[in-house]
């Protein structure tokens, strides 16, 4: 275990610090991204997306309803709303109903 610069003040501190003891700057960039991913597991989503995503099931296991709702009664908008779907999901882009991104972990 090392000693690094602050991002804030640039005084040294020690590498597994989450905040500067002096200036109280947060540290790690990843922690804070990780605020942004949802609980929802990526796989499942996928599959579903890809296995059933013109009926929305994707969308209902997310937590958006009114939109899996949509997708169940237009037939995911005739394939091509569940395709689109499909991309953002696996390139990480999907949010749940939270607007959190459902992301490989």
Known sequence: MGMVYCRGCAKEIHETAPTCPQCGAPQFAAAAQNINRSDK??????????????????RFYVGKIGTGLLQLFTFGGLGIWAFIDFILVALGRFTDSDGREVTYR
Do not use: I
């Open 41 to 58: 597991d990526f796989a499942v989503t996928l599959l579903l997306c890809f296995f059933v995503g013109f009926l929305g099931v994707h």
